[in-house]
């Protein structure tokens, strides 16, 4: 995923968390927020899930994993929080269940 399709300020990371509009399973909690330009994504990976090398794996992973799942057309951004769940699955589950979260979000933003 190119540098330009990613959030980094911790002041859009809070500005799309206070929208409030979320999705979320035991793996992952998705917010997101419509905007103007293009995609953009933003990961976090919580302290508790290991030390630095796991959570920049993980990270690392779930950037894959947006790249495969997410249009790069689409104009909103995306916030993906994960959880402690997403250690006990392999890479493809984790990957089919963020896949669903994208779907429920695309649906929600049609209606």
Request: hydrophobic share 35%.
């Given at each position: 995923?190119?540098?330009r399709y990613r959030i980094k300020k911790s002041q859009?990371?809070?500005?799309?968390i206070h929208k409030r509009k979320s999705v979320a399973n035991k793996q992952f909690v998705l917010y997101y927020?419509?905007?103007d330009d293009h995609l953009r994504v933003g990961i976090s990976v919580s302290k508790?899930?290991?030390?630095?090398?796991v959570r920049n794996k993980i990270k690392r992973q779930v950037r894959m994993m947006a790249q495969d799942i997410f249009d790069v057309d689409a104009?909103?951004?995306y916030i993906i929080i994960v959880r402690n769940q997403y250690l006990k699955n392999d890479f493809e589950t984790n990957k089919q269940l963020l896949d669903s979260l994208y779907k429920?979000?695309?649906?929600r933003m049609e209606k």
């Open positions: 995923m190119k540098k859009d990371f809070e500005k799309i927020f419509p905007n508790k899930l290991g030390k630095a090398v104009k909103c951004d429920k979000t695309l649906q």
